[in-house]
């Protein structure tokens, strides 16, 4: 008896083997099979997924607004680089016309002069290399020049011919022999603007200052500004 058991097992494990791999299909017997191909479509491609940071995600999933307006809850100032007349004539008449008279101020913020202790003009730029390893092994730092006085050294910039001429003399003790004083920038009046920005803005209220300022960033003021 527990022979036929056994056999009747063994029949049955065949059986729901071939059932579940489909080889009694022909028979009419079998489970189904899915064959819509949208199921196919629906599913997630893992192959295809791109990992994001918690930050690129906000940035994603947010609406687009445009202009959307940049609450302030305490005042702002910003300033720009060094400008000169001409420019901060054009940066007057737009800022006129653009934002409220106390927005901004233009302020006086001349160049200062410009001496340096030069050595050269070399004959070539393998003489100025030669002459510079001879004061790196002094300990004398210099800097190669790319202006009209290249090929030339500089060892140091000063605001007025009384530093750079004290300047020399040290460098002169250490050794140095041919170097002098030179004026690379001569006193030049300018102006710096400053904007005082306390209430609710858009970013387009900025653009055409922006548009007025090439090459130059508005940049948080570095000190307090004064009427």
């Not at 918690?54 to 959307?68: F, G, I, N, R, S």
Request: net charge positive; proline share 7%.
């Amino acid at each position: 008896m527990w022979r036929w058991m056994v056999l009747a097992l063994v029949f049955i494990n065949v059986g729901y083997f071939s059932w579940g791999q489909g080889r009694l299909l022909p028979y009419g017997l079998g489970p189904t099979l899915q064959r819509e191909p949208q199921r196919l479509q629906q599913q997630i491609q893992s192959q295809s997924i791109t990992l994001v940071s918690d930050h690129e995600a906000t940035k994603l999933l947010a609406p687009a607004v445009p202009d959307a307006p940049i609450v302030l809850t305490e005042p702002v100032c910003l300033q720009s680089a060094w400008l000169d007349a001409t420019k901060a004539a054009t940066v007057r008449q737009t800022l006129d016309q653009t934002l409220p008279k106390g927005g901004w101020i233009l302020t006086p913020d001349n160049l200062s002069e410009r001496w340096i202790i030069y050595l050269g003009r070399y004959a070539n730029a393998s003489d100025m290399t030669k002459k510079r390893a001879q004061l790196a092994r002094m300990e004398v730092k210099s800097e190669v020049l790319k202006n009209g006085l290249s090929p030339g050294l500089s060892l140091g910039a000063y605001p007025s011919q009384f530093l750079a001429n004290a300047a020399l003399e040290a460098f002169i003790q250490r050794g140095v022999r041919t170097a002098h004083v030179v004026m690379v920038r001569t006193l030049e009046p300018g102006y710096r603007l400053y904007l005082k920005i306390s209430a609710e803005i858009t970013l387009t209220q900025l653009n055409p200052i922006k548009a007025i300022l090439p090459g130059q960033m508005l940049m948080p003021c570095l000190q307090p500004v004064s009427e």
